[in-house]
């Protein structure tokens, strides 16, 4: 029998201090890192085995290897999350590239940034660097987004993307005889 200088009835609450204190030092130094939350959790199952007399050295086990399953099993979880990289395409920068519309003329100098521009059936705010303006109905391609604005230069003619958008036409009322 392992003999640690400890009495038998005190293991449940060692058990227990254990477990709070690594889940204290978890949530507060580690910032919920999950490196001692394993370790937590096993000393709790320790601690409910030590309330029920369980033998010492089966307490150990739980609180070891079980800790370190728990540990690699978070591990495993955790890298499936991080292995998963943002793919191109997603977000804003997707945007880099296409061919819109412009909907509302783009001004050089635009300081109440008025102006607009629909792209993949989405209205985004558009500057322009060049010093003349971009007309309604111009196409045009994205360079860059900084924010909620996309920066804009008129395209080449004929331009065209697979995710660009044509302006909606007016509505044609009856016809005229």
Same mark, same amino acid.
């Given at each position: /029998?392992?003999?640690?200088?400890?009495?038998?009835?005190?293991?449940?609450?060692?058990?227990?201090?254990? =477990?709070?204190?690594?889940? #204290? #030092?978890?949530?507060?130094?580690?910032?919920?890192?999950?490196?001692?939350?394993?370790? +937590?959790? &096993?000393?709790?199952?320790?601690?409910?085995?030590?309330?029920?007399?369980?033998?010492?050295? #089966?307490?150990?086990?739980?609180?070891?290897? =079980?800790?370190?399953?728990?540990?690699?099993? /978070?591990?495993?979880w955790a890298r499936k999350?991080?292995?998963?990289?943002?793919?191109?395409?997603? @977000?804003?920068?997707?945007?880099? @590239?296409?061919?819109?519309? %412009?909907?509302?003329?783009?001004?050089?100098?635009?300081?109440?940034?008025?102006?607009?521009?629909?792209?993949?059936?989405?209205?985004?705010?558009?500057?322009?660097?060049?010093?003349?303006?971009?007309?309604?109905?111009?196409?045009?391609? #994205?360079? &860059?987004? /900084?924010?909620?604005? %996309?920066?804009? %230069?008129?395209? +080449?003619?004929?331009?065209? &993307?697979?995710?660009?958008?044509?302006?909606?036409?007016?509505?044609?009322?009856?016809?005229?005889?």
């Amino acid at each position: /029998m392992l003999d640690l200088g400890i009495d038998l009835n005190a293991w449940p609450w060692v058990w227990l201090a254990i =477990g709070v204190f690594f889940a #204290i #030092i978890e949530l507060t130094v580690l910032a919920g890192t999950f490196v001692l939350l394993p370790f +937590a959790v &096993s000393a709790f199952a320790a601690s409910l085995l030590a309330f029920y007399d369980v033998a010492i050295e #089966i307490q150990w086990g739980v609180f070891v290897f =079980g800790g370190g399953a728990l540990f690699w099993v /978070m591990y495993r979880w955790a890298r499936k999350f991080a292995d998963n990289q943002m793919e191109p395409g997603v @977000g804003a920068e997707r945007l880099v @590239g296409l061919v819109g519309v %412009v909907t509302t003329t783009i001004e050089p100098d635009d300081h109440n940034r008025r102006g607009r521009v629909t792209v993949d059936s989405e209205v985004w705010g558009a500057l322009t660097e060049h010093d003349r303006p971009i007309p309604e109905g111009t196409r045009v391609r #994205i360079t &860059s987004v /900084m924010g909620t604005r %996309v920066f804009v %230069v008129p395209a +080449a003619p004929g331009a065209s &993307s697979a995710n660009s958008v044509d302006p909606p036409s007016p509505p044609s009322g009856p016809p005229t005889r």
